[in-house]
T-cell receptor, first 115, second 113 residues
């Protein structure tokens, strides 16, 4: 029973274009969502997050959108750069107001940005 | 220097052996976590600790044990390793308080023959 789903194992985009990575969740208790980026031979690096009281959070080239009614979130990268090529993990947790505990991760989407 | 350091980075061992993976952090965080990643899968939580005296089981704790020796140190043990414990293991830390992201080490690649 996968609570966080990333249905696209891979995505390829051209440099300068928009990358859109999608994530769906099933647990209505989730109240905090995060995106992590992972390069080979390195640990996941925190990228951006959003709490359930918001529907958008932006940080530079990265924007996360949350649609609670659809239980869907997406990460937009504009413009995409070759250095963005990595595996992106969506993660969710609950009870975050009191401090995040257990993160539930999706399987990841491998993004390739072609020069 | 890395904020979250895992040792060893790679380990090959045999079935039945006892193995300890170590994690140390300089971030001053109270909360520490151990995750496991298998090919094509996301990370799954093994154990987590909110302080030295507080240790909790995660989603997949069977076959593993942990020790929180100090605020900065959290070790994961496999008492009798088996081949299906071959995986990539990550340690993470987070600060106390609302909406705090977890910060990960670079992982330990463990192979059990």
């Amino acid at each position: 029973d996968q609570q966080v789903k990333q249905n696209s194992p891979s995505l390829s985009v051209q440099e300068g274009r928009i990358s859109i990575l999608n994530c769906d969740y099933t647990n209505s208790m989730f109240d905090y969502f995060l995106w992590y980026k992972k390069y080979p031979a390195e640990g996941p690096t925190f990228l951006i997050s959003i709490s359930s009281i918001k529907d958008k959070n932006e940080d530079g080239r990265f924007t996360v959108f949350l649609n609670k009614s659809a239980k869907h979130l997406s990460l937009h990268i504009v413009p995409s750069q070759p250095g963005d090529s990595a595996v992106y993990f969506c993660a969710a947790t609950w009870g975050a107001q009191g401090g995040s505990e257990k993160l539930v991760f999706g399987k990841g989407t491998k993004l390739t940005v072609n020069p | 220097d890395a904020d979250v350091t895992q040792t060893p980075r790679n380990r090959i061992t045999k079935t039945g052996k006892r193995i300890m993976l170590e994690c140390s952090q300089t971030k001053g965080h109270d909360r520490m976590y151990w995750y496991r990643q298998d090919p094509g899968l996301g990370l799954r939580l093994i154990y987590y600790s909110f302080d030295v005296k507080d240790i909790n089981k995660g989603e997949i704790s069977d076959g593993y044990s942990v020790s929180r020796q100090a605020q900065a140190k959290f070790s994961l043990s496999l008492e009798s390793a088996i081949p299906n414990q071959t995986a990539l293991y990550f340690c993470a830390t987070s600060d106390t308080g609302p909406f705090q992201p977890q910060h990960f080490g670079d992982g330990t690649r463990l192979s059990i023959l």
